[in-house]
């Protein structure tokens, strides 16, 4: 696909963008550069290549997690500046 300046121009439009003259010769040129890459590594062969989510391992670092005593209501409760019970009470914040 060759990259005209008649799409550059659909796709400013597309964006709803204003490319000045500079910028739209730039742009054909950068963009033509990208699908000419991309057909490049369409010809590669990859078969037997397995496909990947990342370049390398990836491991969630996460710790253990371990069942621990909470405290009391009471405990929690001891500097709230407002309360109801064993709840924190809170400013209306939707009508």
Do not use: W
Not at 38 to 55: C, I, K, Q, R, Y
């Amino acid at each position: 696909m060759e990259v005209t300046r008649d799409l550059v121009l659909y796709l400013e439009k597309l964006a709803r963008i204003e490319l000045s003259e500079g910028e739209r010769e730039t742009t054909q040129r950068d963009l033509q550069d990208i699908l000419t890459y991309m057909n490049t590594l369409g010809e590669l062969d990859t078969n037997g290549v397995e496909p990947l989510s990342h370049a390398f391992p990836v491991a969630n670092v996460t710790r253990e997690d371990i069942v621990a005593a909470s405290r009391e209501p009471a405990q929690v409760l001891a500097n709230a500046p407002n309360r109801k019970g064993n709840c924190f009470r809170v400013p209306k914040t939707v009508e």
